[in-house]
């Protein structure tokens, strides 16, 4: 199995998991289900076009974990992680592909713009609903612990704090 092909499935188990499912998040006028989890977990299998496909890469060159990319009409839309994925198989890698992939759910409603900033507090909000979510016995992660593998880098004290107050 690629790493490719690994990311592609952990995205597909991740989003469909019962942790993911169980999430509902109101927000204005909006609402985010299992439901858009489960379009986007699809969508990952579908070939990529403007319609409903999405690729998988493992490129990301980007300064943080991984990255959700929109490109311009007609040239369809990618959820990336680094060459070395840096949580691979982890809690971590599962907040990351939640967190990804809201901004997935927004970019596959058509005809609604949500502002940058509620974008990415929406996507923040969602991942750590899935950490919360976990039956007894699953991985959960502590912000106030910070057990991220390395070479996470370390938390800045007002990242700390933000962390620590949605958890
Ligand atoms: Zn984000």
């Known amino acids: 199995m690629t790493e490719s092909q690994r990311f592609r499935e952990k995205i597909r188990a991740t989003l469909m998991s019962s942790r993911c499912q169980k999430i509902v998040l109101a927000f204005g006028a909006h609402r985010i289900t299992g439901l858009d989890y489960s379009y986007v977990a699809l969508a990952v299998l579908q070939r990529v076009d403007a319609v409903v496909g999405l690729d998988v890469r493992n490129d990301y060159q980007g300064k943080g974990s991984g990255g959700f990319e929109s490109r311009d009409p007609g040239h369809g839309a990618a959820i990336l992680e680094p060459p070395h994925p840096l949580f691979a198989n982890t809690i971590h890698e599962e907040m990351l592909i939640v967190h990804e992939s809201t901004h997935a759910v927004f970019a596959a409603w058509k005809g609604t713009t949500v ?45 700390r704090r933000v962390m620590i107050a949605e958890s």
């Open 115 to 159: 502002r940058r900033l509620m974008n990415e507090a929406v996507a923040y909000i969602a991942d750590s609903i899935y950490n919360r979510n976990g039956a007894s016995g699953d991985p959960t992660f502590d912000p106030a612990v910070d057990n991220r593998p390395p070479p996470a880098k370390p938390f800045t004290p007002a990242d």
